[in-house]
Structure formats: C-alpha cells, structure tokens
C-alpha cells in the first residue's frame, strides 16, 4: 500500500445559475480503492462524477491527480491536451448507456483497438490479439470480434464498454451507473466481471449507483449525497449496517428484500 | 503474555430517526480485553449487546466514545477512531471475522470464497486454492460444491465455507459469531478442533456460542455482557 493518494478534492461546488448540483465536497481516493457515491436521483452523484471526471467544470475547488511521476496535478490548472491525453490513458470512463461510450458503427475489435491506438500501437496484429484477449475476459465469444455492437444485446455492450475502458491498463476508472438499465441475471455476471477485475489489476474506482446492494458488493468506502452534500461517509459495511443520518437510514431501510 | 485486543469504555447507542429520533442504547462502559492464545466467550441472553460489540470490533458499527485497541503490525490501532483504510488493512492481516450468515457474491464458486482472503494478502492463488480444499475437506464439505458459488448451499453448508473462509489467514484476532450455529455434532466437534488449533497457535478469540457444549469445549473465561448493558445500569 502506497502512502499517498491518488486524488485530492478539495472543497468541490457546481452551480447551476443560483441552484448548486454539487456543494463543498472533500476526500481523497487511495489507490486500490472502489468508493461508490450513492444518494437519489437529483442529489448530485452525476454532478460530482462529471466534476471529478474533467467532462464538467466546478466552479470551486479543485482535484489534484497523482500523476505516474509521483506528482499532483491539478486537474482544472492542466492544459486541455493534458487532460485528454489522461483521459485516454490513466483513466476510464463507463458510461450508464452504453452508446455513449462506444463507437456503434464500427466493429467490437475496433472499440477496443481504437484506445490502444490512441496511446501509440500501431502493429495491427498485436492491437487485434490484445483486443481478442480483452473480449475473452468481459466473456464475448472471439466469433464477435467483427460485430458491431448495435448487435449485441444490453449486457454485452456493457462489457464492451469495460474492455475499451480497461485495455489501456488505467489506473483510475469512473463508471455512472454501470449496471443501471440491465436485468438481475445480467447484472449479476457484470458485478462479478468489475469486481474481479478491480482487484487483479489494483484499480482505483468511484462508481456512481442508486443500487445500495451494488455498492456494498463493489466499494471498500461510501459516500451518501443529498441536495449536492455530502452527508456520510465511511467504510461502506459501517454505513450500511450503522447509518447515522436520517437520510441514510432512510435509503438502508428502503431496501427490498429478497 | 500478549494481549492483541483491548477494548475500554466503549458505549454504543442507535439513533432511529425514523421511529421520531429515539434513542437506544445497545452497550454501556464495556471494558475487556483478550489475550493471545485465549478464548473469551461473549456470555448472557439474546439482545443483550453480543452480536453489537462484536461488529463494533469488526468496524462494521461505530462507537459513540471509547477506544478498541487491536494490535496491528506491531502497534496499536484504534479502530473506534481509525479511518476506512487503516480499518480495511487491520482487517486484511489482523482482524479476522466469522459471521452467521454468508454474504454470498453472486458466481463466485465455494472454493475461491474461501481462498479469497489469502490472495488478497498476495498469496499464490494456485497455493491459496490448495489450502481452501483442504479446509473444506476437514469441515466435510462435499467436493462437488466446490466449484458451485454458496448461494444456493443450505444453512449448514454455507455456514461451513463462511467457517473456512475465516479461519483460512493466520489472523492474530478472530471474531467469531455463532460459527457452529447450524452445524451437525460431528461438524461442530470439527470446529472445536479447529478453535484448538488456533489457541495454541496463540491466536486471541472471542466469540458467541449459544451451543453449551462448544461453549464448554472451547471457553477459557466467559464475560457477561449484561453487565454492559444500559438496562442494568439504570435499573
């Protein structure tokens, strides 16, 4: 375990006009670790995301990034080609729709491929064996590779999205909702897919979810959100199992069993 | 001899703000510690606050004050006030936890729940895997689940990968709630040998048997809760 953060928020606000979709907002992300923002629909968790995740602009604070040199970065203070060139590399981004992180009209291989060659491949064959491998461990059959993926079903896209995401080996993943929108069967296997492979490959992960089950399953730590605060935050069993505020015990308690 | 758990004055009390914010004290002032090789069974009746300090130690309920010292990588942490990551890694090495109930994960096969807490610690997973059937093995589960997730396995069953699971590490503190509450007798004379084997290992244990008999077996001193409790207090 490394000490030191991988990302530092300090202090984060977004307004819209006079309204705010994110207030104050502080805490760092170690490496290694999966921290799942949870809260309602309105509360912020996108807001948030989007702000961390460079795709939209706080209006205060700022988020420093530990770059591969061991340096912090502010992320609001680099240039617009360092920002896109991290994207591309040190980060991923897993979309709730899935159509909005892939190329639907070009082939599953080529999704894949296109990430790789936007860090400098350029050998055909190693970027079509990488991207081959890569299919194999989000389990799409290699028959699929020359697919688009407007023909493949929910769950696969998904996959999809992960393996373009994760083929550049980056050290920090955003995902929206990566299970929203999918059935229980095919969440099931897609849980199962980011679980295994955050931990083998050491990722660091925020995930925004409504799903308390998917957070407990995927986070070590939790933030809950309401109205643009956050108004807990801990160990992800201490906040499922001991909730202190009342919004919290709320959301805890409205948990369909099964 | 060494003394790796150290709880003083802790008070625990939930909040219920939907229920118009009472309050209700679960532990009062529980002051205790346990030594390595030591078994200390949480003794008194259902509601009592066993179930409560034992996830307080866990990190899974916060404490309202007081401190619980584990001994972690040569010094003390305090997991009443460490935060989430320190909590997680004195999980990892330190503070092992046996629950009720399995927490299933969904295609996650028998074998590998169990081989799970070694591989996170950098174990070999070929080795690791190795050492989850020979666990399961001693604890008689039958070699055709193993590679079938837990979910659907009875109450027995479940219960014995979630037994094997934790007792896998060598942990220098386990926690242990109930493990032998659904088990047949020959199962639960397997698991006394077991929590033998970890005492003489000088492992500190401290655990909630409602089954006499293991009680009896395994039990070096037994610490009445209900004098932590706030009911007895007031009275």
Not at chain 1, 52 to 58: G, I, K, M, N, W
Not at chain 2, 155 to 172: C, L, M, P, S, Y
Not at chain 2, 176 to 192: F, G, I, Q
Request: net charge neutral; proline share 4%.
């Amino acid at each position: 375990m490394t000490d030191s953060p991988l990302l530092k928020v300090n202090d984060l606000s977004k307004f819209y006009g006079t309204r705010h979709g994110c207030r104050n907002v502080a805490f760092e992300l170690w490496p290694g670790e999966v921290l799942a923002i949870v809260g309602e629909s309105g509360s912020g968790k996108t807001t948030l995301l989007n702000c961390l995740s460079t795709r939209l602009t706080p209006t205060t604070g700022s988020v420093e990034y530990q770059m591969r040199d061991g340096s912090f970065r502010d992320l609001y203070h680099m240039s617009e080609a360092e920002r896109r060139f991290l994207m591309r590399t040190d980060w991923g981004f897993v979309h709730q729709n899935p159509a909005d992180g892939l190329r639907m009209t070009v082939s599953a291989g080529a999704n894949v491929g296109e990430r790789l060659m936007a860090v400098g491949n350029r050998h055909y064959g190693n970027i079509r064996a990488t991207a081959t491998d890569w299919l194999t461990r989000v389990e799409i059959g290699v028959d699929r590779i020359d697919d688009q993926p407007r023909a493949f079903s929910g769950g696969m896209r998904q996959r999809l999205q992960i393996a373009r995401n994760l083929v550049t080996g980056p050290r920090l993943v955003f995902m929206d909702e990566p299970t929203g929108g999918l059935d229980v069967s095919v969440q099931a296997r897609l849980l199962d897919l980011v679980r295994g492979l955050v931990s083998d490959l050491g990722l660091s992960a925020i995930i925004v979810t409504h799903d308390l089950a998917v957070a407990r399953l995927l986070s070590h730590r939790m933030l809950v959100m309401k109205d643009g605060h956050v108004i807990e935050q801990g160990l992800t069993d201490r906040v499922l199992d001991d909730p202190h505020e009342p919004y919290t015990q709320l959301l805890v308690s409205s948990i369909l069993q099964v | 001899m060494a003394t790796p758990l150290v709880v003083s004055e802790v008070f625990k009390s939930f909040t219920m703000h939907l229920r118009d914010g009472i309050r209700l004290p679960v532990v009062s002032d529980a002051s205790f510690s346990v030594a390595a090789g030591e078994c200390v069974v949480l003794g008194g009746p259902s509601g009592i606050g066993k179930s409560s300090i034992l996830k307080m130690l866990y990190g899974n309920y916060a404490v309202d004050s007081g401190q619980i010292l584990v001994s972690h990588r040569g010094r003390f942490v305090d997991i009443a006030s460490a935060d989430p990551r320190t909590v997680l890694a004195v999980r990892r090495d330190t503070l092992g936890y046996v629950s009720q109930f399995l927490r299933t994960v969904p295609r996650v096969a028998a074998l590998d729940v169990v081989a799970e807490p070694l591989i996170s610690r950098g174990e070999d997973p070929i080795s690791a895997r190795q050492k989850a059937g020979e666990l399961l093995e001693k604890l008689n589960l039958p070699k055709a689940l193993w590679q079938l997730p837990p979910a659907t396995f009875s109450g027995g069953e479940q219960q014995r990968v979630n037994i094997a699971r934790g007792f896998i590490t060598d942990h220098a503190v386990l926690l242990l709630d109930e493990p032998t509450a659904s088990l047949d007798a020959m199962n639960r004379k397997v698991v006394v040998a077991m929590i033998e084997a970890k005492k003489k290992a000088g492992v500190a244990l401290l655990g909630i048997f409602h089954d006499e008999e293991v009680r009896e077996a395994v039990a070096d001193r037994i610490l009445d809760v209900s004098e932590f409790s706030p009911q007895r207090r007031a009275a």
